[in-house]
């Protein structure tokens, strides 16, 4: 999650979109004068009235707006913001996270990503590969601009067009590719068609 008061922009950070990256390219960062404060990795001050609360990475839009009320920070003249991905290359570099980065995969004795999807598929909750839809498709969620992570590999221009004030250093990278077999790609689009299918508009193929 990350909320700018200079460019009145509230993120809601969807995992393996780019999102980390996205988040430290904007002023509040950087600028204590502003409404809102990182006061810790995970607790958000209201600089006016000193309030804080506890506050995750990849909350859901309804959660984010809660928390910020308790804290008495108004966003009614907010733009609601997310990055989206396409569904099979963010499955992937999910993968490629729990394998490669971290230890989840020897942790739990995945030994391919048949193991993640296992665990997927079995009712498992890990944010990382959790389908987009959780985020985009929560009842009462209004997003204002939805930009793609594929768009942000070439630059932050299509930000820059509703944000001036966006300004990244260096450019996103796209993650590098794993070994998969073509029935495991078969299984990533079965199980998470939907967001496939919602996120049709967004991609060609």
Request: charged share 30%; net charge positive; hydrophobic share 35%.
């Amino acid at each position: 999650m990350q909320i700018d008061p200079w460019s009145k922009m509230l993120y809601v950070h969807i995992p393996r979109t780019g999102g980390s990256w996205f988040t430290y390219s904007w002023r509040m960062n950087i600028d204590r004068t502003g409404g809102v404060w990182w006061k810790q990795k995970d607790l958000l001050m209201n600089i006016k009235n000193h309030n804080t609360v506890r506050i995750g990475r990849h909350g859901s839009l309804a959660g984010i707006k809660l928390k910020l009320k308790n804290i008495g920070f108004d966003i009614d003249q907010y733009k609601i913001i997310t990055l989206v991905r396409e569904p099979v290359d963010r499955v992937l570099s999910s993968w490629k996270w729990y394998s490669l980065v971290k230890d989840t995969a020897k942790k739990h004795k995945w030994t391919s990503i048949d193991g993640m999807l296992d665990e997927f598929e079995s009712g498992g909750d890990r944010a990382n590969y959790l389908p987009q839809t959780r985020w985009l498709c929560e009842e009462g969620a209004k997003f204002d601009h939805i930009f793609r992570f594929e768009d942000l590999l070439k630059g932050p221009s299509e930000v820059q067009k509703v944000f001036p004030e966006y300004k990244p250093k260096g450019r996103l990278k796209a993650s590098e590719n794993v070994e998969v077999t073509e029935k495991q790609i078969d299984r990533i689009k079965e199980l998470y068609k939907e967001d496939i299918e919602y996120l049709s508009s967004y991609y060609d193929n």
